[in-house]
Structure formats: structure tokens, C-alpha cells
């Protein structure tokens, strides 16, 4: 199991283009993979993404939902930007910081970005 943990809004830099190409490929190569958005990083799931000339990172988030990643959104730091479960793309749920400590205790592997 590895957890890759975001804090980095899209498209300002590279990093959570990078978390989830790993992600992406970690699930290709048959890993079990956990996604948890933290701090600017909750921007990834916020549906509604329509970017142009770049890699739309909220298509890359559904591609890893679809090969069968979880996703979790920190609640707090959502709350904090104005951002509702109902403003989270499908497959993502709002959580909290005890959901990431279960999932770190759990993992073989964290990666954070």
C-alpha cells in the first residue's frame, strides 16, 4: 500500500502533476494506492477544472479513482478555502487528520509532494 500525500495546488508548479503521474503509474504497475489532498492541495479534486495548454490534473485524479485509488480530502483545510464535498469530483471524500494517520500506519510507503 502506498500513500501519496499532496499539498500543492495544480498548476501553480509541477508537484501534484508529479504525485499523480506517480500515483498513476503505481496503480499501472498493480500497487494499491491512497491519495490524500492537504492544505492547497485540496484544489486537485475540485471539480470544474478546465484548463487550457496543460495537463488537466483533475482528469489525471479521476484516472487514478478509476484504476481504483482512494481519495481523501483533508475537511479543514477544505473548509478553510470554501470548498464542500459538493464541490469534490466524484470519488473523493472530505476527511480529517485521523484518516491520514491510519492511513500512514497502514502503508508500506509514503511519498509526500
Sequence with gaps: MITV???????GRERAYSALRFALTALLEGEDVRIFLIEDG???AKEGQDPDEVPNYLELLRQCIEQGAEVKV????SK???ITEDDLIDGAELA???DLVSWVRESDNVIFF
Excluded: D, K, N
Design 74 to 77: 483533508c475537511g479543514p483545510c
Design 80 to 82: 478553510a478555502r470554501g
Design 96 to 98: 480529517t487528520m485521523h
Design 5 to 11: 500525500i499532496i499539498s500543492e495546488a495544480p498548476y
Design 42 to 44: 485540496v484544489y486537485v
